[in-house]
């Protein structure tokens, strides 16, 4: 197939932003991009390829979502309320609620329940132009039920044109069962639950929840020298409510990122950019919990680690499956430029899950996911707010 007469916010580069290719086409064969620059430099051997002219529409690299918690059992809407009466996130979470609410509706969902409720959030992503979401378990806290959710997660990539990138985050939260027993029930996720997720070959990468409401750096270490040990790469929810000095641990991993930040100090960042990590940052979750204190993005651009941004799409501070609100939060809110926001849900987000070889970018010799948009310019995607301007979908070659 040949893309034609389009405006290829090629996302390779920043000069010219969003590497821009006007009048531009693009070349596929099978699942790949074989060739994508000025049409006027088309190789011969492309020209005869059956076309479809754009008429200067927007191509972009389709989306990824690198972050999210998709497939969960039941809502959060109570707690929804019990915010706006005054409650914060961590003293509902203390009390009993929060994640261990989900956890309960979790465990007591069968395996294609869970499906059936993430497919009408998966297909909003696909809606928008996604073709790569990254879906965590971390609601089960049990044997069962973590491998129940990493089942439901690749079931989701079989119903529908998506790549689905699988994550265990079984040190999410205490189950109540270990009450008082933090380093057991990591001693369960690291000798138990995570060997037996690998064996089935149903996780990807492995994250962990470092705060006061969760695991310490400590307990995080060893939960990652486990995933190390299995080959498996790291990435970590850290300094989201305090700087609890996650992120230096998963630096000393070599994770793929850090994700959230509100709370990363300077050692931290200095951290990241030593070892070239990526920052994850979730606006989603940010607006949804009124957060005021905004991660240190000056301070991330300054250092170079590059940003990229999710929906983090969760039941309790994030109930957002609209990866193109997000586009529009990071800039609002984080004051992100449209262009650091579409690179935040292509080429960075590719890195964060570590496929930026294959995926993230319109360049020859990666995958051909695409999304064409009825735009004039692609720092439009960023700019409107509710408004969907979607036109097709390139998902491994095929248009859609
Ligand atoms: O990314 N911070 C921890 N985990 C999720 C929230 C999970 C939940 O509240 O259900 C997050 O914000
Ligand atoms: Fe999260």
Not at 293 to 308: C, F, K, N, T, Y
Request: aromatic fraction near 6%.
């Amino acid at each position: 197939m040949l893309l034609t007469n389009a405006s290829i916010a090629t996302m390779a580069h920043d000069r010219p932003p969003y590497g821009l290719v006007e009048h531009g086409a693009i070349a596929i064969d099978n699942e790949n991009i074989e060739w994508a620059g000025p049409e006027g430099d088309l190789p011969e051997e492309f020209r005869s390829l059956p076309a479809e002219d754009l008429d200067g529409k927007v191509v972009t690299p389709a989306l990824m979502d690198c972050h999210t918690h998709l497939i969960y059992g039941g809502n959060r809407v109570r707690e929804f309320e019990m915010r706006l009466e005054g409650a914060t996130y961590e003293e509902i979470a203390q009390s009993g609620g929060g994640i261990l609410s989900t956890v309960k509706a979790t465990r007591a969902a069968s395996e294609s329940e869970l499906v059936t409720r993430a497919l009408p959030r998966v297909d909003r992503m696909i809606g928008e132009g996604a073709a790569t979401i990254e879906i965590k378990s971390g609601y089960g806290l049990d044997l069962d039920t973590e491998l129940k959710m990493l089942r439901a997660a690749r079931r989701v990539g079989k119903a529908r044109p998506v790549r689905i990138k699988t994550t265990f985050l079984g040190a999410h939260a205490l189950p109540p069962e270990y009450e008082g027993r933090a380093d057991d029930y990591i001693d369960f996720v690291c000798e138990i639950v995570l060997p037996a997720a690998h064996q089935d070959r149903i996780a990807d990468a492995v994250d962990a929840f470092c705060d006061r409401i969760a695991f310490t750096a400590e307990q995080v270490g060893r939960v990652f020298a486990k995933a190390t040990e299995l080959g498996l790469p790291v990435k970590l929810h850290a300094e989201q409510l305090s700087d609890s000095g996650g992120t230096a641990t998963a630096a000393s991993f070599n994770a793929l990122s850090a994700d959230h930040l509100e709370y990363l100090g300077d050692a931290g960042i200095a951290a990241m950019s030593k070892t070239g990590m990526i920052a994850v940052l979730l606006p989603g979750a940010f607006y949804t919990l009124g957060a005021t204190r905004l991660p240190p993005i000056e301070g991330l651009r300054a250092a170079g680690v590059p940003m990229a941004i999710a929906t983090d799409c969760n039941p309790g501070s994030s109930p957002v499956a609209s990866p193109l609100a997000i586009l529009n939060m990071a800039c609002t809110l984080f004051r992100m430029t449209p262009e650091e926001a579409l690179a935040g849900m292509t080429r960075n987000a590719a890195r964060a899950l570590g496929i930026e070889r294959e995926s993230g970018t319109v360049e020859a010799g990666k995958h051909a996911d695409l999304a064409i948009w009825n735009i004039d310019h692609p720092s439009e995607l960023a700019y409107y707010l509710g408004l969907n301007a979607l036109h097709r979908r390139v998902y491994k070659g095929r248009l859609y």
